[in-house]
């Protein structure tokens, strides 16, 4: 993309994580806003999965990021937000943290075979998934929502959100592969955790959770040699910092690989993970929204001391002089 255009080209990616994904994410570009001045409904290319697919769209629609965080923050948001979320009539329905399945028959043990013994990095969820029950809790209220914000089938500018098939175990970008669908059912699989959410049927395929896969993704842009990529990520640890959670670790190994392949190409990455600390505090954390008020302050100071590094200096420059081209 470099190549052929003259103007700054930024890729935006936001990962999976939940309801603490929701409100990392609204910390990391409320900050990125505060402190440079960049749009992130701006971004050339967005890649969202789970719960960074529904912000994406959110982005999309209009929202500016200033009101993701009024969320948090009780402050009011602007008449141009506003008017988006008044359209939201749908209440959102999330079950408890558990496996929803009364089966107990494994939903594409094949997975779990072929993930283990048939070559290739092992991608240890995928494989998982497979003998995990099929979950039953109906997610149509994410497609609902999703589309009440954004009503037009799929957004004018490149998004693509993850989700992964459950009988190939492949991943499958909504937005860019030929796979004909609208932002509310794109959303709900790419938000399906398995053994939870009932898989979503698209065309005749049924897909899960795109966290399966890469709970970020952010691969997928490094072939567009961008200026600038910028990953919020709720659910790793850079690696200089260390953690005992095992799925913390392999997720947090794999952005990293992620990040090698992308800046191969040239492209600067900035990153915001939570801190030990920030990890730390969500621990015995409930799904409510003072849990989520927490997350979103602290995410949002988090991003703020890394903008301030100096090995943040040239990702700055990119977001400033992008600003300057609006």
Same mark, same amino acid.
């Given at each position: =993309?470099?190549?052929?255009?003259? =103007?700054?080209?930024?890729?935006?990616?936001l990962?999976?994580?939940?309801?603490?994904? &929701?409100?990392?994410?609204?910390?990391?570009?409320?900050?990125?806003?505060s402190?440079t001045?960049?749009?992130s409904?701006?971004?050339?290319?967005?890649?969202?999965?789970?719960?960074?697919?529904?912000?994406?769209v +959110? #982005?999309?629609?209009?929202?500016?990021?200033?009101?993701?965080?009024?969320?948090?923050?009780?402050?009011? =948001?602007? !008449?141009?937000?506003?008017e988006i979320?008044?359209?939201?009539?749908t209440? #959102?329905?999330? *079950?408890? !943290?558990?496996?929803?399945?009364s +089966?107990?028959?494994? +939903?594409?043990?094949t997975?779990?075979?072929?993930e283990?013994?048939?070559?290739?990095?092992?991608r240890? =969820?995928?494989?998982?998934?497979?003998?995990l029950?099929e979950?039953?809790?109906?997610?149509?209220?994410?497609a609902?929502?999703?589309?009440?914000?954004?009503?037009? *089938?799929?957004?004018?500018? *490149?998004?693509? #959100?993850? &989700?992964?098939d459950?009988?190939?175990?492949?991943?499958v970008?909504?937005?860019?592969?030929?796979?004909?669908?609208?932002v509310?059912?794109?959303?709900?699989?790419s938000? &399906?955790?398995?053994?939870?959410?009932s898989?979503?049927?698209?065309?005749?395929k049924?897909?899960?959770d795109?966290?399966?896969?890469?709970?970020?993704?952010?691969? #997928?842009?490094a *072939?567009?040699?961008?200026?600038?990529?910028?990953?919020?990520?709720? +659910?790793?640890?850079?690696?200089?910092?260390?953690?005992?959670?095992? !799925?913390v670790?392999?997720?947090?190994?794999?952005?990293?690989?992620?990040?090698?392949?992308?800046?191969?190409?040239?492209?600067?990455?900035?990153?915001?993970?939570?801190?030990? !600390?920030?990890?730390?505090?969500?621990?015995?954390?409930?799904?409510?929204?003072?849990?989520?008020?927490?997350i979103?302050?602290?995410?949002?100071?988090?991003?703020?001391?890394?903008?301030?590094? &100096?090995?943040?200096?040239?990702?700055?420059?990119?977001?400033?002089?992008?600003?300057?081209?609006?």
């Amino acid at each position: =993309m470099r190549e052929y255009s003259g =103007m700054t080209t930024i890729g935006l990616v936001l990962s999976a994580g939940g309801f603490s994904g &929701a409100a990392h994410h609204s910390g990391v570009l409320d900050a990125l806003h505060s402190v440079t001045g960049w749009d992130s409904r701006l971004s050339d290319v967005i890649v969202g999965t789970s719960a960074g697919s529904l912000i994406a769209v +959110s #982005l999309r629609a209009g929202i500016p990021p200033p009101d993701l965080a009024c969320y948090y923050t009780g402050n009011p =948001m602007s !008449s141009e937000g506003q008017e988006i979320i008044d359209r939201v009539t749908t209440p #959102l329905k999330v *079950p408890e !943290s558990s496996l929803s399945g009364s +089966s107990k028959l494994p +939903s594409k043990p094949t997975l779990f075979l072929r993930e283990l013994f048939l070559g290739g990095r092992p991608r240890p =969820m995928v494989a998982i998934t497979g003998i995990l029950p099929e979950g039953e809790v109906d997610g149509s209220s994410f497609a609902e929502r999703t589309s009440q914000i954004h009503p037009e *089938p799929w957004p004018d500018k *490149p998004t693509w #959100l993850c &989700a992964v098939d459950l009988d190939s175990g492949k991943r499958v970008v909504f937005g860019r592969d030929d796979v004909r669908t609208d932002v509310g059912p794109a959303v709900q699989a790419s938000s &399906a955790i398995p053994g939870r959410f009932s898989p979503v049927d698209i065309n005749g395929k049924r897909y899960v959770d795109g966290g399966v896969h890469s709970v970020t993704n952010a691969d #997928l842009l490094a *072939p567009l040699q961008l200026d600038l990529v910028i990953i919020s990520s709720s +659910s790793t640890l850079s690696s200089s910092q260390k953690n005992n959670s095992l !799925s913390v670790a392999w997720n947090s190994r794999t952005l990293q690989k992620e990040i090698e392949q992308i800046r191969s190409n040239g492209t600067e990455v900035l990153t915001f993970e939570p801190t030990i !600390s920030d990890f730390s505090a969500r621990d015995g954390l409930e799904s409510s929204k003072k849990a989520a008020e927490d997350i979103f302050q602290r995410s949002r100071t988090s991003a703020i001391a890394r903008l301030a590094k &100096a090995q943040s200096g040239k990702a700055r420059d990119i977001l400033e002089k992008s600003f300057l081209q609006i």
